[in-house]
T-cell receptor, first 117, second 115 residues
Framework: NAGVTQTPKFRILKIGQSMTLQCTQD?????MYWYRQDPGMGLKLIYY???????DKGEVPNGYNVSRSTTEDFPLRLELAAPSQTSVYFC????????????????FGQGTRLTVV | AQKVTQAQTEISVVEKEDVTLDCVYE???????LFWYKQPPSGELVFLIR??????QNEISGRYSWNFQKSTSSFNFTITASQVVDSAVYFC????????????FGQGTTLQVKP
């Protein structure tokens, strides 16, 4: 199993450009998440999905969009990149983390370091 | 409000010292999970431990130990005989029942272990 795979690992964007961060998991997890990590800060939730076709906003959704057409994939779209979106982005997945008694944990991808100049 | 606070921004110790990383959480839920993750300089997030709200037993894993105290809403992490390889950012995080698994992270504590 590859776990959670994110691409690309690094990217430099110019202000106003758009891009999609890819995330795929092969663990048949139904819950997936996108977090961003700013320097010296913890991770903040951008968007999440509890299953194919279902997405919802997290704490910091502005400037981003997501889709979940399959269980495996959860791409994050940046429209009109801004310097404030310079960050490290992490994708994560879990089996059914709402069922706390199941002892589920979130598995994280390696992260994508994005710089907007 | 659900919140995780790691008051220690940075800690520096000399190798072989013991070090404790503090984590205080807030939640109104009675069912929740607490986590610790390690983020080494390479940047990935490494899961260390999960503890549910019904299990207040302390846990030891090698040089790592965790002290969960519901009375003080704390979930502290101790590294015994620290090593240079322990240098990393450590995050405490919370999931509460019914929140669809969204992790609420503390700000992280940067641990530097000097040789």
């Amino acid at each position: 199993n590859a776990g959670v795979t994110q691409t690309p690992k690094f990217r430099i964007l110019k202000i106003g450009q758009s891009m999609t961060l890819q995330c795929t998991q092969d663990m048949n997890h139904n819950y997936m998440y996108w977090y961003r990590q700013d320097p010296g800060m913890g991770l903040k939730l951008i968007y999440y999905s509890v299953g194919a076709g279902i997405t919802d906003k997290g704490e910091v959704p502005n400037g981003y969009n997501v889709s979940r057409s399959t269980t495996e994939d959860f791409p994050l779209r940046l429209e009109l990149a801004a310097p404030s979106q310079t960050s490290v982005y992490f994708c994560a997945s879990s089996y059914d983390a709402s069922q706390v008694y199941l002892n589920t944990e979130a598995f994280f991808g390696q992260g994508t370091r994005l710089t907007v100049v | 409000a659900q919140k995780v606070t790691q008051a220690q921004t940075e800690i520096s110790v000399v190798e072989k010292e013991d070090v404790t990383l503090d984590c205080v959480y807030e939640t109104r839920d009675t069912t929740y999970y607490l986590f610790w993750y390690k983020q080494p300089p390479s940047g990935e997030l490494v899961f260390l431990i999960r503890r549910n709200s019904f299990d207040e037993q302390n846990e030891i894993s090698g040089r790592y130990s965790w002290n969960f105290q519901k009375s003080t809403s704390s979930f502290n992490f101790t590294i015994t005989a620290s090593q240079v390889v322990d240098s990393a950012v450590y995050f405490c995080a919370l999931i509460f029942s019914g929140n669809t698994g969204k992790l609420i992270f503390g700000q992280g504590t940067t641990l530097q272990v000097k040789p």
